[in-house]
């Protein structure tokens, strides 16, 4: 039998698609016997586990990205913690892409970290085990990928051919309903269904003068105190995405938002009406067609092109926030002859919005006042010798640090004598153990504050160079700023000078006369306070 190495062990967990379909029809729970599983081997080889990482059993399989205990186990396996890994069978560790199971691979070759299974044990360091370990994962992603083209085209059967409702949860108003045989429908619920009718029949009101925008609905539900399925605000981007889906009329779909995989990140976008896969479902609509259709050509005449990706049309973009509640304030544009305005982007938030153009004046205005205020400040007190007191600040820093370094110099002369008072038998061992305790907590907390000194030097010296050529920059702003109308351009030339800027608006509107009443806080790139 093959001796394991002394050392310390780990074990890993990860309940596959298959694993939880079996525990749904009533089968075992997969950890529990896994567990079993891993426990004989540790008798067979007479081995101790000291950690089981446990993947949660909704974690996917396909990416390490996406399995928190996988990238956990393999810190600690690239920190060589472990002298080997136990797992009911290699495909547990990845059934990802070429890469994933390269980092995979290369984790436990370079750790020399062994890979204990049931049938078999892999030493990175032999060349059979490296080959045999690799192939075994090139055939999980085989296998994976089988499965997932085989239930991919199940859910499209499903949807396109029964009518089937293939989805993990149902939409708001329904509960999910198991079939006589194979799948799932829908059927309303009780609380739900009457809401999502009157949504749409908020939204589709006959008289123009009473029908309510997304926003508004999301509103009245919110001051109604209507529940949403995980009991959160009703948002504009719930609203749509009822109104939007032809569930509500009896049509079940699949593919709407397909996942969008990139290396390092996946999103949901939504596809377009013709991508869908739409079938007949076997469930009650809660809508009729012609309301159903009424909305969609209310939100078609609603909607408005989303803003192109890199393209500016806001001077203030990024620079200004809200201060109730520290969001970007953005731009708003409005029909007809109406400025645009800006606004919090918070749906609650209880900022005032103002007119774009008037708080962009109000901003250069500040900038204006505070530069000769600064110059007129900084004839005053620039000393005779051309030092100013950045240049006090930065001397005490470097003062403070000499004595910081001095110190940790002294505490590394300090252990470097334990070992000679333990060899002389001044210290026992539990005393040596005790003092060194102490003189590296002290040590860790002089290497930090050594390092918040540096830090804080660094940023002095970059005030002090911002001092000398904030005069030329703002002067420059000030003089270039309304010689275009590229907001482009002008958000650079703001964005040289300023570090962020608070708007606060508390009451008052557009319409109120207090349209300019509005209070704005400029944080320089040179100064600590606005």
């Not at 060589?80 to 980092?103: H, K, P, S, Y």
């Not at 030329?472 to 700023?481: A, F, I, S």
């Amino acid at each position: 039998m093959y001796q394991l190495p002394e050392g310390k062990y780990a074990a890993y967990l990860r309940k596959s698609r298959i694993d939880l379909e079996n525990e749904a029809r009533g089968g075992e729970d997969t950890y529990v016997a896994h567990e079993k599983i891993l426990m004989d081997l540790c008798s067979r080889y007479n081995i101790n586990l000291t950690k089981i990482y446990r993947e949660k059993p909704a974690t996917s399989g396909e990416r390490i990205s996406e399995r928190p205990e996988m990238i956990s186990l393999l810190g600690d396996v690239e920190d060589e913690q472990w002298t080997g890994i136990l797992v009911v069978e290699v495909e547990r560790l990845a059934r990802g892409d070429t890469m994933d199971q390269g980092i995979v691979a290369q984790a436990f070759k370079y750790s020399n970290t062994l890979i204990i299974t049931p049938m078999r044990i892999f030493d990175p360091k032999n060349p059979d085990d490296e080959e045999y370990f690799e192939f075994g994962l090139f055939m999980s992603r085989r296998e994976f990928k089988t499965i997932t083209r085989r239930l991919q085209g199940g859910r499209i059967s499903g949807v396109r051919d029964f009518g089937r409702y293939v989805g993990n949860q149902a939409p708001y108003g329904y509960e999910r309903e198991k079939l006589p045989g194979k799948g799932f429908t829908l059927k309303p619920h009780p609380e739900e269904s009457p809401i999502v009718e009157l949504i749409f029949s908020l939204y589709t009101n006959p008289d123009p003068e009473k029908r309510m925008g997304t926003g508004l609905i999301a509103a009245y539900l919110n001051d109604k105190k209507v529940p949403t399925r995980r009991n959160k605000k009703w948002t504009v981007a719930t609203i749509n995405g009822i109104i939007r889906n032809p569930i509500y009329i009896g049509k079940v779909r699949w593919g709407a938002r397909s996942i969008v995989r990139k290396r390092d990140s996946k999103s949901r976008p939504r596809k377009p009406v013709d991508q869908w896969i739409m079938g007949e479902g076997l469930h009650p609509p809660l809508i009729d067609e012609s309301t159903y259709k009424q909305a969609q050509e209310i939100m078609k005449n609603n909607a408005h092109a989303p803003a192109p990706r890199g393209i500016v049309k806001n001077p203030l973009a990024g620079l200004v926030k809200c201060a109730m509640c520290n969001a970007a304030m953005i731009l708003r544009p409005h029909r007809g002859k109406t400025p645009p305005t800006l606004m919090c982007s918070t749906q609650y938030c209880k900022t005032v919005s103002s007119y774009l153009e008037i708080v962009e004046q109000r901003l250069i205005q500040a900038l204006r006042e505070w530069i000769n205020n600064y110059k007129a400040e900084w004839d005053k007190t620039k000393p005779s010798d051309g030092h100013d007191s950045g240049d006090t600040v930065v001397k005490v820093l470097e003062e403070r640090l000499k004595g910081l370094q001095k110190q940790l110099n002294e505490l590394q002369t300090q252990m470097n004598n334990l070992d000679d008072l333990v060899e002389r038998g001044a210290y026992s061992i539990e005393k040596y153990v005790e003092r060194s305790k102490v003189l590296t907590e002290r040590t860790d907390l002089l290497k930090s504050t050594i390092a918040a000194t540096e830090s804080e030097l660094l940023i002095e010296n970059k005030r002090n160079v911002a001092k000398i050529e904030i005069i030329p920059k703002v002067e420059n702003l000030l003089d270039q700023y309304y010689k275009t109308d590229d907001p482009k351009i002008r958000n650079d030339l703001l964005k040289s000078v300023l570090e962020r800027a608070i708007y606060r608006k508390e009451r008052g509107g557009r319409w109120s006369g207090m349209k300019d009443q509005f209070e704005l806080l400029l944080y320089p790139k040179i100064d600590k306070n606005p």
